[in-house]
């Protein structure tokens, strides 16, 4: 079992993966204020959980958790809808901001689970072993329906579709 959670060790955890956390909500929902609420849930059940966590291997623990999150409101209908035409960003470079906006709504348009596994893959960094563990799926699933959500995006995003 882990150690206590800490304020302090707590602070170094959030500095550590709220940006992936909270990325990969916003690649889920599509949607800044739910994303924001996907992230909050996560780490208040991390503090919650305390020392039933396993610091190596939180960043998974996080993730799950958000996907569950929203899987569950999604089922409950909380979360259906169409992705707003524009995601409110911070004045930085406009561009990245429409190729975020792009994106997401590429994302939008791949089945559910293929969405969950390639975001868990490439804004999570899970293992596939990992992502099967999160889904239910095998470690080989999983490595195929990344692969074939990552080329239906590419499509999408190059027009092909």
């Keep these: 079992m882990g150690e206590p959670v800490t304020p302090a060790s707590f602070g170094a955890l959030y500095e550590r993966h ?10 889920l929902t599509g949607n800044v204020a739910q994303a924001e609420d996907l ?4 780490f208040l059940r991390v503090w919650e959980a305390g020392s039933r966590v396993e610091f190596l291997t939180v960043r998974a623990y996080l993730l799950t958790i958000v996907r569950n ?3 569950r409101e999604w089922r ?7 992705m707003p035409d524009s995601v409110p960003a ?26 969950e596994v390639l975001v868990l893959r490439a804004e999570g960094g899970l293992s596939y072993e990992e992502i099967a563990a999160s889904t ?7 490595r195929l329906r990344a692969h074939r959500a990552r080329k239906k995006l590419m499509e999408v995003l190059c027009g092909k579709t």
Excluded: N, Q
Excluded at 18 to 27: E, N
Excluded at 90 to 110: C, F, H, K, N
């Design 18 to 27: 709220s940006r992936d956390v909270y990325r990969f909500a916003l690649a």
């Design 39 to 42: 992230t909050a849930e996560a």
């Design 69 to 71: 999150l929203y899987r």
């Design 76 to 82: 409950r209908g909380r979360w259906r809808g169409e």
């Design 90 to 115: 911070l004045p930085v470079d406009p561009a990245v901001y429409v190729e975020l906006e792009r994106v997401l709504r590429g994302l939008s348009e791949l089945p559910r689970l293929d969405r």
């Design 136 to 142: 239910g799926l095998t470690a080989e699933a999983a």
